[in-house]
């Protein structure tokens, strides 16, 4: 059962889905000084931006945090930093505002994992 999909024609109404390119992590090479750069796969995805929830932004003030992050519902399974593993890293390009030019998210966590979608936290990055 694809929930998400039953679920998205509804929030389409009040928050439509935006095309965004997903640039999923795919290692790493390194430079002549030694220094890792990250390669990616750039995906264009639909996927649905909107606010922290209330319980989110409670947690991030909790811990002092003050940056620009979104909630993002899309298809597919994006990754956090996985450390352990040594994968993820993947970022989202789409604008802070509607309508302005495009920024870097870091997809810092994950919130939800399911066979054909996903719900992530995204932190705005410094370009």
């Not at 970022?91 to 920024?103: A, H, N, Q, R, Y």
Request: proline share 4%.
């Amino acid at each position: 059962m694809n929930l998400r999909g039953m679920v998205n024609k509804f929030t389409q109404i009040t928050n439509p889905n935006t095309k965004i390119t997903w640039k999923q992590s795919n290692g790493y090479t390194t430079n002549a000084a030694g220094k890792r750069l990250p390669k990616f796969i750039n995906l264009t995805i639909d996927a649905n931006i909107q606010a922290l929830s209330s319980s989110a932004l409670t947690h991030t003030n909790g811990l002092n945090i003050v940056v620009t992050m979104r909630s993002v519902y899309m298809y597919g399974n994006a990754l956090a930093v996985v450390r352990a593993d040594q994968l993820g890293g993947d970022e989202l390009i789409f604008p802070e505002v509607p309508g302005t030019s495009d920024k870097t998210w870091l997809i810092t966590t994950v919130v939800e994992t399911w066979p054909d979608w996903c719900h992530v936290i995204v932190t705005l990055q410094k370009n």
